[in-house]
């Protein structure tokens, strides 16, 4: 048993935390997103060029750092503290997952344009009648000739305004929610009949609405296998959550130390409100769902890589993570008293950020049933 | 005990709500269901309607204008503007100032400051918070000096910075607490100003809140002169205003009909939206439970609430009980925005406000701000008194701890 980085993790950690300290404190964050593009092309220039980090779960064959889920998850929690917006999850931990577990004929190439910066990928999985069932699709993709032909509409994806591809859920077969005949493509920003409405989201991201209008798409459009791809896209998406847990986990302990932080400076009646006992076990529970939030993404990192266990241990994660999503980002809120309610203060932002990470690939209630439902069964 | 209406009060209800469908402006609806900031002439339309009919304040002696209802009366009135959407008269002047006045102010400030606020003709704000002064709201030093001035009249100086000031951008008037005696105990040396805010020396500026919009304001004063017949009751005295002015804040704030009215909308999204087996997500058996927990503790608050008017109407005052109604009318409300934004999904994070006109169509129409009132709604449990001052106060009052 070891719960301990390797020299190589804590490395990687201390460079991207180094960078983001010096290119990504909160006015720099804030300025950049008041303002066209909206995003930070440089940053992930530098991610690419300088840190390196885009390779941190690829294989050194492919040009990568040779790591896999726990660099993810290094990555992504220091990504959180800093509230970053660029691409990481999509990109590395999606696109990358995809081409990975795949064996998608092209996959060498598109990872070497990931490691490099020039590939950047938006996942168009949600459907706006589908909430978060991943098998709840009314895209299609018909079969035409030897490739398919692709229509639907994709609801809130993020990072799809800047982004160079999508990976897109759609059906091939069967019913609107069933499990077989899901597939999954990959379609290039500038394809014919591609479309997107895009605006921001209230944690500071850029999202658009994607809509596929009778796109052509190749054979080699198809990432995994047609019709079954559902296990597939599970097995990505369980990534995805551990790797948003990890980003959590980042965000909450910005709330919590932040809080307390706060508290100590902040003097009402003539004392610090951090001397008033109702406020110091108010912190201790923040701190207690800090904690427990840890233990479940380490725990659901080191399991991705067992597939029987996999599933639940996502749920079971992202269940303690959206109930610390809301918990500490309320009460952070709440300790700070008005300065917690101003748009100038990063606390709210991170409020924002958590709020929205509660329910990203699921809210509370989706992963509890989802967790039953692997754990205990069917329900009588 | 009983809980039935008289015909007489369903007669009463039925010509509310003919009132409200006859007369509420459809340029204040449409902005509404608009869902925009709204403008000082908007704020102001349906308080000019009421002030007509003689229904704009209810809570005031009938006397000075009160309707004269009896609390079953208040209660069907709040329940029908509610259930209707109307916009809630601002409480700045109405519901908090002119209690003030009509019992601490002489005849000539009765005369001179109530019929304005009656007619909406004065936009009056709140100066009470400070920097320093929030939660320990008699820490206050925005401090006022006694002088002659050359005209032989009597003046305070006022200089400080008041903080919070919910919508100050629009408002003609404000009622300020000022410290004029340093020396003394921090209750004691505090008077109750009304400020005429175009008085050289003030200057409000903007706090954007973390939803994104204009609702609070910094205050600076700086050299502000204000005439000593501005003050209200005796100098150094101003605290017992101000107590009396927080009652008058709490009755009211458990808000159960708008919450009512609330929990009708997040019935009707639930309804709409889907669950993930397929079927409407008011028929998920984990949504459908938190939805019947809440209106189970609404029903409890709304019977908190009558059992406190029932008292009121007995001649006890509103005890420090009505803490209750602040702590969990405040929690309701915002469990029902949590709800709301968790029943849309996905398309609780667009951020569309700036975009209106340009990039519509993104979600259905009902989920467009969720999520920003959810962010803003967190203020509920910090102003008006804190929800852990407010138990500091039943510990304290009733509990005797
Ligand atoms: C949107 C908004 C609108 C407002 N409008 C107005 C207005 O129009 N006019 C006006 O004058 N003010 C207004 N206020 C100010 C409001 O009344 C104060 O924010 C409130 O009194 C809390 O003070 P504070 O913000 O300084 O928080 P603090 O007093 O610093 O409190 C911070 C935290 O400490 C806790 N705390 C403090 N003391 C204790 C204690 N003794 N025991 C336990 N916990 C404690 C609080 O509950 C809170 O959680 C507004 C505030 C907001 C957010
Ligand atoms: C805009 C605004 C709205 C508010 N709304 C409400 C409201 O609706 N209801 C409400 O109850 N409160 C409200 N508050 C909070 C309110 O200002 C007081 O904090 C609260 O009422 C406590 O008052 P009290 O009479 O219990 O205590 P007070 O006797 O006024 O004393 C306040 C605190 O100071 C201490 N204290 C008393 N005497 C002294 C002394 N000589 N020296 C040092 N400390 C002393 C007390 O122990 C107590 O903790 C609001 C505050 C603001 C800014």
Same mark, same amino acid.
Request: net charge negative; hydrophobic share 40%.
């Given at each position: 048993?070891?719960?301990?980085?390797?020299?190589?993790?804590?490395?990687?950690?201390?460079?991207?935390?180094?960078?983001?300290?010096?290119?990504?404190?909160?006015?720099?964050?804030?300025?950049?997103?008041?303002?066209?593009?909206?995003?930070?092309?440089?940053?992930?220039?530098?991610?690419?060029?300088?840190?390196?980090?885009?390779?941190?779960?690829?294989?050194?064959?492919?040009?990568?750092?040779?790591?896999?889920?726990?660099?993810?998850? @290094?990555?992504?929690?220091?990504?959180?503290?800093?509230?970053? @917006?660029?691409?990481?999850?999509?990109?590395?931990?999606?696109?990358?997952?995809?081409?990975?577990?795949?064996?998608?004929? !092209?996959?060498?190439?598109?990872?070497?344009?990931?490691?490099?910066?020039?590939?950047?990928?938006?996942?168009?999985?949600?459907?706006?009648?589908?909430?978060?069932?991943?098998?709840?699709?009314?895209?299609?993709?018909?079969?035409?000739?030897?490739?398919?032909?692709?229509?639907?509409?994709?609801? @809130?994806?993020?990072?799809?305004?800047?982004?160079?591809?999508?990976?897109?859920?759609?059906?091939?077969?069967?019913?609107?929610?069933?499990?077989?005949?899901?597939?999954?493509?990959?379609?290039?920003?500038?394809?014919?009949?591609?479309?997107?409405?895009?605006?921001?989201?209230?944690?500071?991201?850029?999202?658009?609405?994607?809509?596929?209008?009778?796109?052509?798409?190749?054979?080699?459009?198809?990432?995994?296998?047609?019709?079954?791809?559902?296990?597939?896209?599970?097995?990505?998406?369980?990534?995805?959550?551990?790797?948003?847990?990890?980003?959590?986990?980042?965000?909450?302990?910005?709330?919590?130390?932040?809080?307390?932080?706060?508290?100590?400076?902040?003097?009402?009646?003539?004392?610090?409100?951090?001397?008033?006992?109702?406020?110091?076990?108010?912190?201790?529970?923040?701190?207690?769902?800090?904690?427990?939030?840890?233990?479940?993404?380490?725990?659901?990192?080191?399991?991705?890589?067992?597939?029987?266990?996999?599933?639940?241990?996502?749920?079971?994660?992202?269940?303690?993570?959206?109930?610390?999503?809301?918990?500490?980002?309320?009460?952070?809120?709440?300790?700070?008293?008005?300065?917690?309610?101003?748009?100038?203060?990063?606390? !709210?932002?991170?409020?924002?950020?958590?709020?929205?990470?509660?329910?990203?690939? !699921?809210?509370?209630?989706?992963?509890?049933?989802?967790?039953?439902?692997?754990?205990?069964?069917?329900?009588? | 005990?009983?809980?039935?209406?008289?015909?007489?009060?369903?007669?009463?209800?039925?010509?509310?709500?003919?009132?409200?469908?006859?007369?509420?402006?459809?340029?204040?609806?449409?902005?509404?269901?608009?869902?925009?900031?709204?403008?000082?002439?908007?704020?102001?339309?349906?308080?000019?309607?009421?002030?007509?009919?003689?229904?704009?304040?209810?809570?005031?002696?009938?006397?000075?204008?009160?309707?004269?209802?009896?609390?079953?009366?208040?209660?069907?009135?709040?329940?029908?503007?509610?259930?209707?959407?109307?916009?809630?008269?601002?409480?700045?002047?109405?519901?908090?100032?002119?209690?003030?006045?009509?019992?601490?102010?002489?005849?000539?400030?009765?005369?001179?400051?109530?019929?304005?606020?009656?007619?909406?003709?004065?936009?009056?704000?709140?100066?009470?918070?400070?920097?320093?002064?929030?939660?320990?709201?008699?820490?206050?030093?925005?401090?006022?000096?006694?002088?002659?001035?050359?005209?032989?009249?009597?003046?305070?100086?006022?200089?400080?910075?008041?903080?919070?000031?919910?919508?100050?951008?629009?408002?003609?008037?404000?009622?300020?607490?000022?410290?004029?005696?340093?020396?003394?105990?921090?209750?004691?040396?505090?008077?109750?100003?009304?400020?005429?805010?175009?008085?050289?020396?003030?200057?409000?500026?903007?706090?954007?809140?973390?939803?994104?919009?204009?609702?609070?304001?910094?205050?600076?004063?700086?050299?502000?002169?204000?005439?000593?017949?501005?003050?209200?009751?005796?100098?150094?005295?101003?605290?017992?205003?101000?107590?009396?002015?927080?009652?008058?804040?709490?009755?009211?704030?458990?808000?159960?009909?708008?919450?009512?009215?609330?929990?009708?909308?997040?019935?009707?999204?639930?309804?709409?939206?889907?669950?993930?087996?397929?079927?409407?997500?008011?028929?998920?058996?984990?949504?459908?439970?938190?939805?019947?927990?809440?209106?189970?503790?609404?029903?409890?608050?709304?019977?908190?609430?009558?059992?406190?008017?029932?008292?009121?109407?007995?001649?006890?005052?509103?005890?420090?009980?009505?803490?209750?109604?602040?702590?969990?009318?405040?929690?309701?409300?915002?469990?029902?925005?949590?709800?709301?934004?968790?029943?849309?999904?996905?398309?609780?994070?667009?951020?569309?406000?700036?975009?209106?006109?340009?990039?519509?169509?993104?979600?259905?129409?009902?989920?467009?701000?969720?999520?920003?009132?959810?962010?803003?709604?967190?203020?509920?449990?910090?102003?008006?008194?804190?929800?852990?001052?407010?138990?500091?106060?039943?510990?304290?009052?009733?509990?005797?701890?």
């Amino acid at each position: 048993m070891d719960f301990s980085f390797t020299e190589e993790q804590s490395m990687l950690r201390d460079t991207v935390a180094s960078y983001l300290a010096d290119n990504y404190d909160f006015d720099k964050r804030r300025a950049a997103l008041a303002k066209a593009p909206n995003w930070r092309p440089d940053v992930w220039k530098a991610f690419a060029e300088e840190l390196g980090i885009l390779g941190a779960p690829f294989s050194e064959e492919l040009g990568g750092l040779g790591g896999g889920p726990i660099e993810n998850m @290094v990555v992504m929690e220091e990504l959180g503290k800093a509230l970053v @917006v660029e691409p990481y999850l999509p990109t590395v931990v999606i696109g990358g997952g995809f081409l990975k577990h795949s064996g998608y004929a !092209g996959a060498a190439d598109l990872i070497g344009g990931i490691i490099g910066g020039q590939n950047i990928f938006a996942f168009a999985y949600a459907e706006p009648q589908g909430r978060y069932n991943l098998a709840d699709l009314t895209t299609t993709a018909k079969k035409d000739g030897a490739g398919y032909v692709l229509n639907g509409h994709k609801a @809130v994806v993020i990072g799809a305004p800047y982004a160079t591809h999508f990976i897109v859920t759609a059906r091939t077969a069967g019913g609107q929610r069933d499990a077989q005949g899901v597939s999954v493509f990959l379609v290039e920003r500038g394809a014919a009949g591609v479309s997107t409405r895009d605006y921001p989201t209230v944690d500071g991201f850029l999202a658009s609405e994607v809509y596929f209008e009778n796109v052509s798409l190749g054979a080699d459009a198809l990432i995994g296998p047609a019709d079954n791809g559902l296990p597939l896209v599970e097995k990505v998406v369980d990534e995805a959550i551990a790797a948003t847990c990890a980003e959590a986990c980042g965000v909450l302990r910005r709330l919590q130390e932040g809080t307390v932080e706060y508290t100590k400076q902040r003097k009402q009646f003539g004392v610090p409100i951090s001397s008033f006992q109702v406020l110091q076990h108010r912190m201790v529970d923040m701190f207690i769902n800090l904690e427990q939030s840890i233990s479940m993404t380490y725990m659901a990192t080191i399991k991705l890589s067992d597939d029987a266990e996999r599933s639940k241990a996502a749920s079971a994660a992202k269940v303690q993570i959206g109930k610390a999503c809301k918990f500490v980002g309320e009460q952070a809120i709440q300790l700070h008293g008005g300065m917690g309610m101003t748009d100038e203060m990063a606390i !709210g932002h991170y409020f924002k950020r958590a709020t929205m990470i509660a329910s990203a690939f !699921g809210s509370v209630d989706h992963h509890l049933s989802r967790y039953e439902f692997l754990s205990l069964g069917q329900a009588a | 005990m009983n809980l039935d209406f008289t015909p007489e009060e369903n007669a009463f209800r039925e010509e509310v709500r003919a009132f409200i469908r006859d007369n509420y402006p459809a340029e204040l609806r449409k902005a509404q269901d608009e869902g925009r900031q709204l403008t000082k002439e908007e704020y102001l339309l349906w308080h000019k309607v009421l002030a007509k009919k003689g229904w704009v304040a209810p809570g005031w002696p009938k006397e000075l204008g009160g309707t004269g209802w009896t609390p079953t009366q208040k209660y069907i009135w709040s329940e029908e503007t509610a259930k209707a959407d109307c916009l809630p008269i601002l409480p700045f002047g109405m519901s908090m100032l002119a209690p003030v006045i009509y019992t601490f102010g002489t005849d000539e400030q009765k005369k001179k400051f109530l019929p304005d606020i009656y007619n909406g003709d004065i936009w009056w704000c709140q100066g009470y918070s400070e920097p320093g002064a929030g939660s320990d709201l008699a820490s206050l030093k925005t401090k006022a000096e006694r002088i002659t001035a050359d005209d032989g009249k009597e003046y305070y100086i006022v200089n400080g910075q008041k903080t919070w000031t919910t919508l100050g951008q629009y408002a003609d008037w404000g009622f300020f607490l000022v410290r004029t005696d340093p020396d003394a105990k921090p209750q004691s040396g505090i008077s109750f100003l009304l400020i005429d805010m175009k008085t050289p020396g003030i200057e409000v500026r903007r706090i954007t809140t973390l939803e994104g919009g204009h609702e609070v304001n910094d205050v600076f004063l700086d050299n502000v002169k204000v005439p000593v017949e501005n003050r209200i009751f005796h100098e150094n005295q101003g605290w017992t205003c101000a107590k009396a002015l927080l009652a008058h804040e709490r009755t009211g704030i458990a808000g159960v009909a708008r919450s009512k009215r609330n929990l009708e909308k997040l019935r009707k999204i639930a309804s709409t939206e889907r669950s993930d087996a397929g079927g409407s997500l008011i028929g998920d058996a984990f949504f459908r439970r938190k939805v019947a927990e809440l209106e189970i503790d609404l029903t409890a608050l709304e019977f908190t609430e009558l059992r406190t008017l029932a008292g009121e109407s007995s001649g006890k005052g509103p005890g420090p009980e009505s803490s209750i109604l602040k702590i969990k009318g405040t929690e309701i409300q915002q469990r029902l925005q949590e709800l709301a934004l968790e029943a849309v999904g996905h398309y609780g994070a667009p951020f569309l406000r700036d975009l209106r006109g340009s990039n519509l169509g993104v979600g259905p129409e009902y989920a467009d701000g969720l999520a920003g009132e959810y962010f803003n709604g967190r203020k509920t449990s910090i102003y008006g008194g804190s929800n852990e001052i407010q138990r500091n106060i039943i510990a304290k009052m009733v509990l005797g701890l």
